[in-house]
């Protein structure tokens, strides 16, 4: 399996126990859908540093930073903006994951 495949699998593990309660349908916050994602983020680095930053929800900067990291990964995987060739998302990597803004896929 590729090192980005694992990163976003796990990424999804962690996404259901720490950010799902809020970011599903009729919850606090909405769905993390991709023309939400392009619209308020230019790429993957930026994305990242918000949840850091600011999640989980009454918990800012709790996850480990890998935790981040998988979690940015599996968000953009399932919203279809991470490319299939893609490296392992990681500080270096991320900077060449963009998207023009509103530009869902």
Do not use: K
């Not at 309660?21 to 993957?44: E, K, M, N, Q, Y």
């Not at 270096?92 to 998207?99: E, K, L, S």
Request: glycine share 8%.
């Amino acid at each position: 399996m590729p090192p980005q495949r694992q990163q976003s699998d796990y990424g999804a593990g962690i996404y259901r126990y720490e950010c799902a309660s809020c970011h599903t349908p009729g919850r606090v916050a909405p769905p993390l859908g991709a023309d939400a994602i392009t619209a308020r983020f230019a790429g993957a680095a930026e994305l990242e540093r918000y949840i850091a930053n600011a999640m989980p929800y009454g918990r800012p900067r709790t996850l480990a930073a890998g935790d981040n990291w998988a979690v940015t990964a599996y968000i953009l995987r399932q919203d279809r903006l991470l490319p299939r060739s893609a490296a392992e998302l990681t500080p270096a990597t991320a900077a060449r994951v963009r998207f023009p803004r509103g530009a869902a896929r």
